[in-house]
């Protein structure tokens, strides 16, 4: 599993004294700040995304449980700009804008979103992502035809951010291979924010074939020291991968991640449901949405498993004495895993 060594991970808590420096009462910000080229951007309230949904699969009530829960707690969502336009306002969460190899959002849509990520494979490649499915081989490109290099491809940034008008953050979908050379093209190509993205079958001995990857903990290392080493301290950086357990979600952040991708959470509680009128893709559900969405379970179980997850990063930033999620480290972490040590640069404690 490439989360394996996060379970080998535990945390390094100074004395209770420590917590002494918390005002009292004053809670932990958990707010996640993304900047356009270095100046402020856009703010969300918690470290967390849903970009991988399988909209077509869920029932229209299904899907504005998962808007609404967003919504409520300010996470950004990729959700096709049909779907969230028949939604009441109060539904309507932070929106993703997804940029292909093969498919681009119009402009109308782009100018709608408030992030934008661009994607170095196809569009066939996300959807199987998005359905659990293993990408096959035609399926992901390994370099866009129109982006032959770094210098192109932040021309093709730089095209977004005209149609922005510089008001959205950009960023790049790279995969966990070549951490440090993706994310120095990243730099390179002046992106506002890195996902490192992880295949969803990471046990499959033909999926690690075809698309190998990195051990999150040392993903994460890694990646935080190229940006370090470049100077890139304003680049936010995203983590897309399944975790075992809410024990191990405060992790990712003193490992380096500001942001935690959090489908595989919110999905775990869903089912498709056939017998109800589903969201087609690029269609609508058929009739105007309500003005004021009806309580639904499903969306009280997303919230309810996720602020489960919140409460974990919160009571791990107060027990290590600090204030905020940013200022979780990795000398905050202790392990015996000379092999993790080795590959980060850093010490063993």
Known sequence: MPTSHLSKLSWKFPPAAAMSRLALGNPPSLEL?????GQKGLSLKSPLMLRQIPWSQFSRETCTAICTAARQLGIAVSAPISLLEQLPAISVPPRIAQVWTDSCPMASELELSDLIEVNLTSERAGNSLALRQTPTADSHLPWPIDVPDAARLKSRLQMLREITGNRTPIGLVINSCHVAEDVMLAISAAADFIILQWNLNPLSDQDRE????TDVAIALTTARRTLQEAKALTTTLIVDCPIEAAVDFPKLFALGANCWCCQSAALSMLKPAPATPSYQMG???G???????????QQAQIVEKI???LQSLVYVIQRSGKNSVHELDFED???TDLNLAHWTGIATP
């Open 33 to 37: 700040p993304f900047k356009v080229l």
């Open 287 to 297: 009739g105007l949405a309500s003005s004021t969405p009806k309580a639904n379970p």
């Open 333 to 335: 972490l202790q392990t």
């Open 307 to 309: 602020q489960r997850l």
């Open 283 to 285: 269609g609508t559900f």
């Open 210 to 213: 075809i698309f190998p990857t």
